[in-house]
């Protein structure tokens, strides 16, 4: 099931994708009158929730209708994000001379354990809206393709084993970045954190509809191939970033972690090919969708 947010009117609200991927079923109308209308409260309730939607209800809306939003516009916490996640990424990083953390490429680049860093939740934007280029205050603007985890069953102390149990689903997230920020201010916070800075959609996809298989992963740029890479690629896979991220800290059902991103950055280009105002980013990923946001005007 894809669960699509958008603005209809002056409402946010949150829809369940029919009709071929051209319909929304307002979820107003297809679950009982007072239950969840957010994709976050939804997902808390989703083991009472699931089996009362019913997509039989008239009142479908046409895509084409509505602007879309991300599927969880604002998140209650942080996106949690897992640097370096990628064995050519990390190299492609370590050469680049924006990494400030302290891996050299005499160290190698792969790190020892997972690299978790956030983003504020006012950072996310839905596909089609504009990443500002904040020219004022980078000048090295970058993307970042990823595949983002939606977790369902919160916990704490949750294993490997259990892991896969806790996702609710799946959406593509694009980790913008102004690498400059990242480097000058040491810790990533600031520099992954300026608004518009995580483009997330086009929609949120339930686990069962994905399985647990890889998932190939294209990101282009105004056309051209940037990114292309499979999940399988991964260094720490998805139950071992849910273990590690668990294990002193628990986790909420709706918390969003993006996996890290592959080779083919901005930075990992000499010279560096940061976006300029007008740049198109495509994300694409298995049984996802393709998310699209423009940089817009400085
Ligand atoms: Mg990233």
Redesign the pocket.
């Given at each position: 099931m894809k669960l699509v947010g958008y603005q209809h009117g002056a409402r946010q609200q949150v829809g369940v994708l029919v009709g071929d991927e051209t319909e929304i079923l307002p979820l107003g109308v297809a679950l009982p009158p007072g239950a969840a209308l957010d994709l976050t409260s939804l997902i808390e309730q989703w083991d009472v929730l699931a089996g009362k939607l019913d997509l039989e209800q008239p009142g479908r809306l046409r895509l084409s209708d509505v602007t879309l939003t991300a599927p969880i516009p604002q998140p209650r916490r942080n996106v949690i994000?897992v640097?370096r996640n990628y064995v050519e990424h990390a190299a492609e990083f370590g050469r680049s001379g924006y990494d400030a953390t302290g891996a050299n490429a005499d160290a190698g680049h792969t790190p020892d354990a997972p690299v978790v860093f956030t983003k504020a939740p006012s950072t996310v934007i839905g596909h089609g809206v504009d990443i500002e280029p904040h020219t004022a205050v980078t000048s090295a603007l970058d993307y970042?393709a990823?595949l983002g985890v939606i977790i369902g069953r919160g916990g704490r102390g949750i294993s490997r084993q259990q892991a896969m149990d806790h996702v609710w689903g799946y959406t593509i997230i694009n980790?913008v970045?102004a690498r400059d920020l990242q480097k000058n201010h040491k810790q990533w916070f600031l520099g992954k954190s300026l608004d518009t800075f995580c483009p997330m959609g086009p929609w949120a996809v339930t686990a069962d509809e994905i399985g647990d298989g890889p998932l190939d992963l294209l990101c282009t740029v105004n056309g051209e191939v940037r990114q292309r890479a499979s999940t399988a690629d991964l260094i720490f896979d998805i139950p071992t970033i849910i273990e590690t991220i668990s294990r002193g800290m628990t986790l909420q059902p709706g918390d969003v972690i993006?996996t890290?991103?592959p080779k083919g950055v901005g930075l990992g280009f000499d010279p560096p090919r940061f976006l300029q105002p007008g740049d198109v980013v495509e994300i694409s990923i298995s049984g996802l969708g393709t998310l699209r946001n423009t940089v817009g005007a400085a």
């Open positions: 994000c640097g970042e990823e980790d970045t993006a890290g991103t």
